[in-house]
Nanobody, 129 residues
Framework: QLHLVESGGGTVQPGGSLRLSCVASGFDLDYYGLGWYRQAPGKEREGIACISKSGRDAVYGDSVKDRFTISRDNAKKTVYLQMNDLKPEDTAIYYC??????????????????????WGEGTLVTVSS
């Protein structure tokens, strides 16, 4: 059975940093495009960072560009999201997701990750002073 488990969430002050991790089990991560998504209370889920199977291509949402970095370690079956200069508006539940489909990183991040096949349960990030 395929599982994704996120970790690393928590409460941080504005301007602080967090690194989220998402570990896969039950499948070989090499064959999957991966993404990070978030959903804040009362808002739709948005794609914030997506990375190709090889790791060579990545795309970011406008709201996190230049602050967040997505990376992957296929040997460890893990995808990371390094979040710097966090702002109160970054407060949300963060999810990782995977797709085995032949697609682009742009498509993976569109429409809140509608094309993604597998999802984790999420980890809460709260940015507050």
């Amino acid at each position: 059975q395929l599982h994704l488990v996120e970790s690393g969430g928590g409460t941080v002050q504005p301007g602080g940093s967090l690194r989220l991790s998402c570990v896969a089990s039950g499948f070989d991560l090499d064959y999957y495009g991966l993404g990070w998504y978030r959903q804040a209370p009362g808002k739709e889920r948005e794609g914030i960072a997506c990375i190709s199977k090889s790791g060579r291509d990545a795309v970011y949402g406008d709201s996190v560009k230049d602050r967040f970095t997505i990376s992957r370690d296929n040997a460890k079956k893990t995808v990371y999201l390094q979040m710097n200069d966090l702002k109160p508006e970054d407060t949300a539940i963060y999810y990782c997701a995977a797709t085995s489909g032949l697609t682009t990183v742009q498509n993976m991040c569109r429409r809140g990750g509608a094309i993604m096949n597998y999802w984790g349960e999420g980890t809460l990030v709260t940015v507050s002073s």
